[in-house]
């Protein structure tokens, strides 16, 4: 792995202040990265001391008398997560609710496809994973918004920069950019964006009209 | 037997763990209704800070507290202490009960990591230690750098958010955070060697 995400982004995502897409893009390369993982635990610890040196509010009087009778209230139940998979970590898998080889994919052309994961579009985000052909272009294309890619398995080259698993892309606004799967087998990428994509290629006013 | 003392604002981070552990191993209240006594009004501060309504505030207060008390057996201090623990219980609730989003989490086992990924043992840094030296850094920022990372940690703000709300160049903010971050992995990193 070279790739990693952002210090910000990191500290956005222990701050509890990223939008749900791209939090869960950094859970899926936490669990794939200990360095990462590590540097979040101590953004958290930044949490944890902000926290404790904020002035205390004032707690309604009965608050504590009526939380101590609902201790023993059960918790509510787990929701069960599908079984390791050598391609979705864990977060992911929460998601999709199965493993790789249960995906349905949707046909976007070109060895294209993706699938789009269950979250609520709000922000205008899109959630998706992507799975490209070995060898084969994405499209040229750029965004009207951020867009942030982590790679599950094979890899491409995008410029003079090659990503493999759990390296991680990030392309602002003026990027355009074509990345091309490596050539020893399929690429399956997460990919959160932010507004719509644009495709610049000779397909890409096509390609547009149907990812809109 | 550990006599309980009487209810205090605020207590030592060791002794905080402690109290946590009881609660996981004998559901022990007393030792529950200390830790609400420390943290559920920092926790409503905080929700208060992000924007939250008193109503709204204290009752995420109260699910942040109930889910402390239910977790308490997952908790390691060897993997954060009780204050950072409780941040990330509080932020979870704030997230799932306030935005209505779900947060995803990595797994804590290291079954998924990619084997190159590992820091060396010798730099991995016990919990306690982290807590107390991101404390220090935390005081040793100058007061620009401080600020912005109060208003990641308690605006919901992305720096792009952050330059429009002060009026600063985003490209200032993100230096000033760059600054703020190096300083505090310097600190944290120079005193692991």
Redesign the interface.
Known sequence: ?IHHPS??VL??YA???L??PH??LI??H?????????AA??M?????????R???????PD??D???K??DEP?PPKAPLPP?DPVL???LR??VGRGIDGITWTKLGGGVEEFRLPIPTTGGYATRLIRIDAGRKIPSHSHDGDELTLVLAGGFIDGDDHYG??DVAGADPSVNHHPVADADGECICLIVTEGKLRFSGPLGPLLTYFRG | MQRVEPRQATQGARELDELVLRVGRTRDREAFVRLYGHFAPRVKAYLLRLGADDATAEEATQETMLSLWRRADSFDPSQAGAGTWVFTIARNRRIDLIRRERRPEPDDGAAELIADSAAPADQVIAAAERDRQVRAALETLPKEQADLIQMAYYQDLTQTDIAARTGLPLGTVKSRFRLAFSRLKRVLEGDRA
């Open positions: 792995m210090a910000d500290m956005a701050a509890g202040s939008p749900e939090a869960l859970a899926t936490l669990s794939l990265c200990a360095d990462c993982r590590d635990k101590e958290e610890a930044v949490g944890g001391a902000l926290l404790d904020l002035a205390p509010a004032e707690i309604a608050a504590l009526r939380l101590l609902r201790l918790a390791a970590p864990a977060p929460a998601y698993r759990g």
